[in-house]
Nanobody, 124 residues
Framework: VQLQAFGGGSVQAGGSLRLFCVVS????????AGWFRQAPGKEREFVAA????????YNVGSVKGRFTISRDNAKKTIYLRMNSLKPEDTAVYYC??????????????????WGQGTQVTVSS
């Protein structure tokens, strides 16, 4: 399984970006997909996750109400729409997939496959 993330870039505060994650290879049935981010000098942080049937989970404190995760199972693509971006959203954003069963969608260690990351930079 390979994941490729696209769509990062540089925007001013208040702007928007849409990230894409294309999944290829033989994936698990009903896989869950997630987005994580890592800012310089900080630990990797959960952003959002989406199940096969489009149930979602967000890092409420950081992104709820501004970011929207979605997926197109036929295209094997996961999206992250980011609105009202803030400088503190600056990070490398990673997409990842895992099986449908586990403890928590928000735990990075439960994800099996990771993309290469895409840089998002928000200036004030």
């Amino acid at each position: 399984v390979q994941l490729q993330a696209f769509g990062g870039g540089s925007v001013q505060a208040g702007g928007s970006l849409r990230l894409f994650c294309v999944v290829s290879g033989r994936t698990r049935d009903g896989y869950t997909a997630g987005w994580f981010r890592q800012a310089p000098g900080k630990e990797r942080e959960f952003v959002a996750a989406i199940g096969w049937s489009a149930g979602t989970l967000y890092n409420v404190g950081s992104v709820k109400g501004r970011f929207t995760i979605s997926r197109d199972n036929a295209k094997k693509t996961i999206y992250l729409r980011m609105n009202s971006l803030k400088p503190e959203d600056t990070a490398v954003y990673y997409c990842a997939t895992r099986g449908q069963y586990g403890t928590s969608w928000a735990v990075a260690d439960e994800y099996d496959y990771w993309g290469q990351g895409t840089q998002v930079t928000v200036s004030s």
